[in-house]
């Protein structure tokens, strides 16, 4: 009689058990769609919409720079929204690019502020998550542009293959460059 009790008992709890393994929840679902990665580990995704606010402050601005002159600045960029930001995107990414990952980035605007020079220049990922709140300082290598005259260097954050926070309403820092031969 023990002996059947606890055989009972063994085969309910194995049961319970091959149960659990078996359901998915909310937290499991990014394993379904990448089995390797760990229970509770969240795949890359694009941020939310309320994921995209950025305070970004440029520790000691160029004021002058040569035509087409590279240097490196530090960027101050602070999670001011209510997301955590994973640098990569997600706590696991197995895209075969950078898409997901977060990234500071910059570009160059006539001394107007109104035309576009480059759209495309430094680009620096962020070293860390970083959960509402919190800052980091990243390098940020730019090149002048080529043209001597003034210009406006503005640094925005983005989320790759995704959106510049800009487009998404975060402000941007910006400083006045005059370029020179």
Not at 41 to 58: C, W
Not at 107 to 117: H, M, N
Not at 124 to 145: D, H
Request: hydrophobic fraction near 40%.
């Amino acid at each position: 009689m023990k002996v059947r009790n606890t055989l009972s008992a063994l085969l309910i709890l194995c049961g319970l058990m091959i149960a659990a393994c078996q359901s998915t929840t909310p937290q499991d679902a990014p394993r379904a769609a990448n089995p390797g990665a760990p229970v509770g580990m969240m795949n890359a995704s694009a941020l939310p919409e309320t994921g995209f606010k950025a305070q970004i402050t440029l520790a000691n601005p160029p004021v002058k720079l040569r035509s087409g002159q590279k240097e490196t600045i530090q960027i101050k960029v602070k999670n001011a929204s209510d997301a955590p930001w994973y640098a990569r995107g997600g706590e696991i990414n197995t895209n075969p690019d950078n898409r997901f990952y977060l990234a500071v980035g910059n570009r160059w605007l006539k001394a107007g502020g109104e035309q576009l020079v480059t759209n495309m220049d430094g680009r620096y990922g962020l070293p860390k998550n970083l959960k509402p709140g919190e800052e980091v300082e990243v390098p940020l290598q730019i090149t002048a542009p080529k043209d001597p005259g003034e210009y406006i260097l503005e640094v925005d954050m983005l989320q790759e293959q995704v959106a510049w926070f800009r487009d998404k309403g975060s402000a941007t820092a910006k400083a006045k460059v005059s370029v020179v031969r």
